[in-house]
C-alpha cells in the first residue's frame, strides 16, 4: 500500500516542482525587467531630445546633402552631362560606368542628376532673390507711404495677380530667348506679388508700434526707418516664405523645361524628364530619377519653411 502510495505521489510531486520552477523563472524575469526599466527610461529621456532636434532639422539636412552632392559632381562623376558617354538606353546597375543608366542618346543619367541640380538650385535661389527684391520693395513703399502710393501699388499688384504667374513666364521665355538668365528673370517677375502683399502687411502692422513713433520723433528718414526698423522686424515672415518661392521656382523651371522652354545649354532636372517621355514604357526610370529628385528637393524646402515657421512665429509657441 504504501509503494502504490509513492507512485501516486511522485507525478504530483514533480508537476509541483515544475510549477515552482516556472514561478522562479516569472519572478526572475519581473526582477530582470524592473532593473532594467530605469536605464530604459534613461536612455530613451537621453536619447529623445536628439530625436526630436533630428526630426526637426530633417529638411535642411536634406538640403545640406543635395548642397554637398552638388558641390561635389566634378568629382562624383567623370562624365559631362550633355556628351555621350555609352550606349544608349542603358538600365540601372547594368553597367559599373553608367550605374544609375543612360538616356537615349547615351548621356549618363548620374551625371545629369549631379549636374542638373545645379541648375534647379541656381534657377530656384536666383528666382527667389528677384521675387525677395521687387516684392519687398513694392510692400515696404505700400504699407509705409499709404495714400494714394499704396493704392497704386495695390492696382499694381492686383494687376499680376490676375495673370497666371506659369503663363507670364511662359510668355516672357517664349518673347526673348530660353536661356538661363531669362527663365531666372521671367520667374522671378511672375512670383513678386505674393511677397509684396506680406511686406505691406507686416509694414502695417509693425508701423503701428510705438518705438516707430518714437523714430519718427528723433528725426530719422523714412529710408532709415524702413530699412533700419521696420525691414527687420518683418524678415522672419519673409523669410519663411522665401523657401516656399525656392521650392515654387524649382517646380515652374521643371515645367518649363517639360514643355521644351529650357536652356538647352545647360542640364537640368526638368530636360532629363523631358527627354525620358518619349520612353516612358520601356526606360521609366530616365523620368522616374529626376522626378524623384524633384519631389524630395521640393519637400525639403516646404518642411524648412514649415520649422522656419515655427522657429520665428511667435503664435505657434503659445
Given at each position: 500500500?504504501?509503494?502504490?502510495?509513492?507512485?501516486?505521489?511522485?507525478?504530483?510531486?514533480?508537476?509541483?516542482?515544475?510549477?515552482?520552477?516556472?514561478?522562479?523563472?516569472?519572478?526572475?524575469?519581473?526582477?530582470?525587467?524592473?532593473?532594467?526599466?530605469?536605464?530604459?527610461?534613461?536612455?530613451?529621456?537621453?536619447?529623445?531630445?536628439?530625436?526630436?532636434?533630428?526630426?526637426?532639422?530633417?529638411?535642411?539636412?536634406?538640403?545640406?546633402?543635395?548642397?554637398?552632392?552638388?558641390?561635389?559632381?566634378?568629382?562624383?562623376?567623370?562624365?559631362?552631362?550633355?556628351?555621350?558617354?555609352?550606349?544608349?538606353?542603358?538600365?540601372?546597375?547594368?553597367?559599373?560606368?553608367?550605374?544609375?543608366?543612360?538616356?537615349?542618346?547615351?548621356?549618363?543619367?548620374?551625371?545629369?542628376?549631379?549636374?542638373?541640380?545645379?541648375?534647379?538650385?541656381?534657377?530656384?535661389?536666383?528666382?527667389?532673390?528677384?521675387?525677395?527684391?521687387?516684392?519687398?520693395?513694392?510692400?515696404?513703399?505700400?504699407?509705409?507711404?499709404?495714400?494714394?502710393?499704396?493704392?497704386?501699388?495695390?492696382?499694381?499688384?492686383?494687376?499680376?495677380?490676375?495673370?497666371?504667374?506659369?503663363l507670364l513666364v511662359i510668355v516672357l521665355v517664349t518673347i526673348y530667348r530660353p536661356t538661363l538668365s531669362t527663365i531666372i528673370l521671367a520667374i522671378g517677375l511672375a512670383s513678386w506679388p505674393e511677397i509684396a502683399r506680406l511686406t505691406r502687411a507686416e509694414c502695417r502692422r509693425i508701423k503701428a508700434l510705438e518705438f516707430i513713433q518714437a523714430a519718427r520723433c528723433a528725426g530719422f528718414s523714412h529710408r532709415h526707418i524702413m530699412i533700419r526698423e521696420i525691414l527687420p522686424n518683418a524678415l522672419p515672415s519673409i523669410i519663411v516664405s522665401s523657401s516656399i518661392l525656392i521650392a515654387h521656382a524649382i517646380l515652374m523651371e521643371s515645367g518649363l523645361a517639360f514643355l521644351g522652354l529650357s536652356d538647352p545649354n545647360v542640364a537640368s532636372w526638368g530636360a532629363m524628364i523631358s527627354s525620358g517621355r518619349e520612353q516612358l514604357s520601356s526606360a521609366w526610370y530616365l523620368t522616374a530619377i529626376p522626378g524623384v529628385a524633384i519631389a524630395f528637393t521640393v519637400l525639403a524646402f516646404n518642411h524648412l519653411g514649415d520649422q522656419l515657421n515655427d522657429r520665428f512665429n511667435p503664435r505657434q509657441r503659445i
Open positions: 500500500m504504501n509503494t502504490y502510495t509513492r507512485s501516486l505521489s511522485s507525478p504530483a510531486k514533480a508537476a509541483s516542482i515544475g510549477t515552482a520552477a516556472d514561478n522562479a523563472s516569472t519572478q526572475s524575469i519581473a526582477l530582470a525587467q524592473q532593473r532594467y526599466k530605469p536605464l530604459k527610461a534613461t536612455l530613451f529621456t537621453m536619447i529623445r531630445p536628439l530625436l526630436r532636434i533630428l526630426f526637426q532639422l530633417n529638411g535642411l539636412l536634406l538640403l545640406l546633402a543635395i548642397l554637398a552632392l552638388t558641390a561635389c559632381a566634378s568629382w562624383l562623376t567623370a562624365h559631362d552631362p550633355l556628351d555621350m558617354a555609352g550606349m544608349p538606353l542603358l538600365r540601372p546597375w547594368q553597367d559599373a560606368a553608367h550605374w544609375l543608366g543612360t538616356d537615349s542618346m547615351g548621356r549618363d543619367v548620374w551625371a545629369g542628376l549631379l549636374y542638373g541640380a545645379r541648375t534647379s538650385l541656381l534657377i530656384g535661389v536666383g528666382a527667389a532673390a528677384i521675387s525677395l527684391s521687387v516684392g519687398m520693395t513694392v510692400g515696404l513703399c505700400a504699407g509705409y507711404f499709404g495714400g494714394w502710393v499704396e493704392q497704386g501699388l495695390n492696382r499694381l499688384t492686383a494687376l499680376f495677380q490676375t495673370i497666371p504667374a506659369f
